[in-house]
């Protein structure tokens, strides 16, 4: 059975309450976006390996708030050195979510190298996370949905999906506009003028 990763964000971010979300450059931002766009989901545009650190940064910013990273195979192979980082850093309140459908689905569908048996989910194990596990049925997705609520982090799972070309939704594109609908949705709109 293959799981498609529409219906799992769809299903993570379902009741999320005030879940802070990083959304990983491409599919991952336009998954987020498709289970409906939201100002506590800062989408990450043209920064390919950054959605862990951010993610990172917003956790330690933020220790009473749950921060979840939704982010693709590829970008988190280029960003493979924030694993280590975040391991020793321990943040109880990270999450990161991989959705491996062991494709670089922005330049073509070449496959990554999880395609080739690279294991992110043993990485995140070696790198010191307080749990990683590999999500590949319907069972999975739904303690998954209760990890991103409950589980003490930080906690990385890699979800195998179906490498698939699904229809753009895409979050707005603005940088500006979406530093500051984060900022004034997180801190009040006090902090948006900042």
């Avoid at 450059?25 to 998954?31: E, K, Q, T, V």
């Avoid at 970008?75 to 062991?102: F, H, K, P, W, Y």
């Amino acid at each position: 059975m293959s799981l498609h990763r529409r219906d799992v964000v769809k299903a993570l971010l379902a009741d999320r309450g005030d879940l802070l979300v990083v959304a990983g450059l491409g599919s991952a931002a336009w998954d987020c976006t498709a289970a409906g766009d939201h100002p506590l989901t800062f989408p990450m545009w043209g920064a390919m390996g950054c959605a862990a650190m951010t993610g990172l940064g917003l956790a330690l910013a933020q220790p009473a708030r749950r921060v979840l990273v939704i982010t693709g195979d590829g970008e988190m192979l280029m960003g493979l050195g924030s694993l280590a980082t975040i391991g020793v850093q321990r943040v109880a309140n990270l999450g990161v979510v991989v959705l491996d459908n062991e494709r670089y689905g922005e330049t073509g569908m070449q496959q990554t190298h999880t395609a080739h048996g690279v294991d992110l989910a043993a990485i995140a194990r070696g790198a010191c996370f307080a749990s990683s596990v590999t999500v590949r049925d319907a069972a999975g997705v739904e303690a998954l949905r209760r990890a991103v609520h409950h589980a003490p982090g930080p906690w990385l799972a890699q979800v195998k999906v179906a490498a698939e070309k699904i229809p753009l939704v895409l979050p707005p594109r603005e940088g500006a506009l979406l530093k500051n609908r984060f900022r004034e949705a997180l801190l009040g709109a006090s902090a948006a003028l900042q």
